[in-house]
């Protein structure tokens, strides 16, 4: 009898321990998810981009040259960009991933991702591109200063958004759709 009374007792506070337990699963799973969507999200972003601007005709050496997406020292996509862009085109152009340790304003690339490395090779890389025909896209705030690039991730109610520096992409000649503009945080409108 007194088993059965033990049992009983103990029963709602397994129970409830138990719902903690999962509660906790829970919430550490949907921390991880966020994490884990950040790259993908990022990733989806940097393929899309490419739709929404117009590189003169000189940044590319034929009709059916490849726009080359260029990611530049620290990769946080591994092989999901790759997985992502795999037999897709933007217009006539394949396109293509390449990983870089440094870059010039030479290498070929028409966009750039540059994570949020606060080094001073990552300042130059983005000063040597600076007024030239290539996309940059970087983590950085305004806050940083010059070194950011045409397009900046940022986080906004935990979710991944965008600011574009319009006034920096017609330095180098690109033009970004109003469309891409539009869904942007914050527009420095061009001069």
Same mark, same amino acid.
Request: proline share 4%; charged share 20%; aromatic share 6%.
């Given at each position: 009898? #007194? /088993? ?6 103990? @029963?709602?506070? &397994?129970?409830?321990? @138990?719902?903690?337990?999962l509660?906790?699963? /829970? ?14 999200? $990022? /990733? ?34 591994? !092989? ?16 293509v =991933? ?16 540059? !994570?949020?490395?606060?080094? /001073? ?6 000063? !040597? &591109? ?6 940059? =896209? ?20 935990? $979710? ?15 033009t970004?759709?109003?469309? &891409? &503009? ?8 061009? #001069?």
């Amino acid at each position: 009898m #007194h /088993a059965l009374r033990d049992r009983a007792r103990r @029963g709602p506070r &397994l129970v409830r321990l @138990g719902a903690l337990a999962l509660a906790i699963a /829970a919430a550490t799973s949907a921390a991880a998810a966020l994490e884990a969507t950040e790259p993908a999200i $990022k /990733a989806a972003y940097l393929y899309k981009f490419g739709f929404f601007v117009e590189w003169p005709q000189a940044a590319f050496t034929a009709d059916n040259s490849p726009i080359n997406l260029c990611i530049v020292g620290n990769d946080p996509f591994g !092989s999901l960009l790759d997985d992502m862009v795999n037999g897709q085109k933007i217009g006539a152009r394949p396109v293509v =991933v390449r990983r870089m340790s440094t870059i010039a304003a030479k290498s070929g690339c028409h966009i750039v991702y540059m !994570s949020n490395d606060q080094n /001073a090779q990552a300042s130059a890389a983005l000063a !040597s &591109l600076r007024g030239s025909d290539v996309l940059t =896209v970087t983590d950085r705030t305004a806050d940083s200063g010059n070194n950011v690039g045409i397009i900046n991730f940022v986080m906004k109610d935990n $979710k991944v958004r965008f600011d574009i520096d319009d006034d920096a992409a017609a330095s180098g000649g690109l033009t970004i759709s109003s469309r &891409l &503009l539009n869904l942007a945080l914050d527009v420095k409108p061009r #001069h």
